[in-house]
């Protein structure tokens, strides 16, 4: 990271074109424009984008025979409108990257390019500034009603990529509150982490027990994702950038079956960003779309850890220590993810009179992203 130059994120709080992929990553596609012509370095789109979050997720339809035919025809639809990677779909998101400058970190339903599949699954795309797909992350514990839509991510789904501002990495919703997969992160040297959200909601009710889903805003504190991005920040000193999802109920078709018994109120925002401190650079913002930009300041990770390095002078790993996967479990039994070293990449680059950063980007594809390439 360097610590001379400030970095720019900003979170994409903008609401997709409801269950319509080339609307909706058109959209995105703009987004990534308006970041460039703001010197935005890093953009975060919400959770599952594109084309939208399930929020219709409590209706499950197998209660009747009328219920079982629309929650079909809704499963069917929503499958047809997720995203394959790589594709043409990815390539226009991966043109307006290099087109504006900017790295991307895009959340949508990716349809499962393994044979014979069908499975969708709840995936951020990391793209580079130059277009180039860097891999994905795949949600690895779909959280509740979100198992009827969404299989688990595997080993090779945890990642951090290096970009020109730093080490980037992300995950999921509630995966920011899973201990271990923060210390996994710190392990893989992350120092940007993008967070994605489908939106805010808080706990009220006698106790504070109750989780409110009214749309209002309530304290941050009593929201689990407000702590969820300070502690993940001062927890691992890296900056926060979080995108949540605005979708508001006049954004759904009227013929769209759940319309009237999904929680879209929950789906009012919450964008945010936090310094390795803990402490917002750019406080929740609620019930608009917005480009939620703020100038992040590299030196303030070195101060942080001076305090508190998890990786450093604060780590005991002689007393507790953590032990990474590194393999899939395929159809046909464990695969661990290929790694090429960079300079071995570069000898056969060569010899086939290629420049190595082309060949690097035809492999990632040719191996669905499953490929790493070491420094």
């Not at 209660?63 to 990815?90: C, G, H, M, N």
């Not at 980037?168 to 923060?182: A, I, Q, R, W």
């Not at 407000?226 to 605005?246: C, G, L, N, P």
Request: one cysteine or more; glycine letters at 8%.
């Amino acid at each position: 990271m360097n610590l001379d130059r400030p970095i720019v994120a900003a979170a994409a709080q903008i609401a997709p074109v409801f269950m319509k992929k080339k609307e909706s990553i058109e959209k995105y596609a703009e987004a990534i424009h308006d970041a460039g012509k703001r010197k935005v370095d890093l953009l975060v789109t919400p959770e599952t984008g594109i084309p939208t979050y399930p929020y219709w997720r409590n209706n499950f339809g197998y209660t009747s025979t009328e219920s079982a035919a629309l929650w079909k025809d809704t499963v069917v639809a929503f499958y047809d409108q997720s995203v394959r990677i790589p594709s043409r779909e990815t390539e226009i998101l991966s043109k307006a990257a290099a087109s504006a400058g900017v790295v991307a970190v895009v959340g949508l339903n990716e349809q499962d390019d393994r044979e014979g599949s069908a499975t969708l699954y709840n995936t951020m795309l990391f793209i580079d500034r130059d277009g180039t797909l860097l891999g994905r992350h795949r949600k690895l514990m779909p959280t509740h009603q979100e198992r009827f839509f969404w299989g688990r991510g595997e080993a090779s789904d945890l990642r951090v990529f290096d970009t020109h501002f730093g080490k980037l990495g992300g995950l999921v919703c509630f995966e920011n509150h899973m201990t271990l997969l923060k210390a996994a992160m710190a392990t893989k040297g992350e120092e940007v982490h993008a967070a994605c959200w489908p939106g805010w909601w808080s706990y009220g009710g006698k106790g504070n027990s109750i989780r409110d889903m009214s749309g209002e805003v309530r304290p941050l504190y009593l929201s689990d994702q407000d702590s969820a991005i300070r502690e993940y920040a001062f927890e691992t000193q890296t900056f926060v950038v979080s995108s949540s999802m605005y979708m508001p109920e006049s954004a759904v078709p009227d013929d769209f079956p759940f319309k009237k018994t999904a929680a879209w109120k929950w789906a009012m925002g919450g964008s945010a960003i936090a310094n390795p401190f803990g402490a917002y650079v750019c406080e929740p913002v609620f019930h608009r779309e917005e480009l939620v930009v703020g100038e992040l300041d590299p030196r303030d990770r070195i101060v942080a850890k001076n305090v508190f390095d998890c990786m450093g002078h604060y780590s005991r790993w002689d007393v507790v220590s953590l032990r990474l996967s590194d393999e899939d479990c395929g159809p046909t039994g464990p695969t661990r993810a290929r790694r090429i070293r960079w300079e071995q990449l570069e000898r056969v680059a060569e010899k086939h009179a290629l420049p190595a950063e082309k060949l690097e980007a035809i492999a990632r594809d040719l191996e669905g992203l499953a490929v790493e390439v070491e420094p």
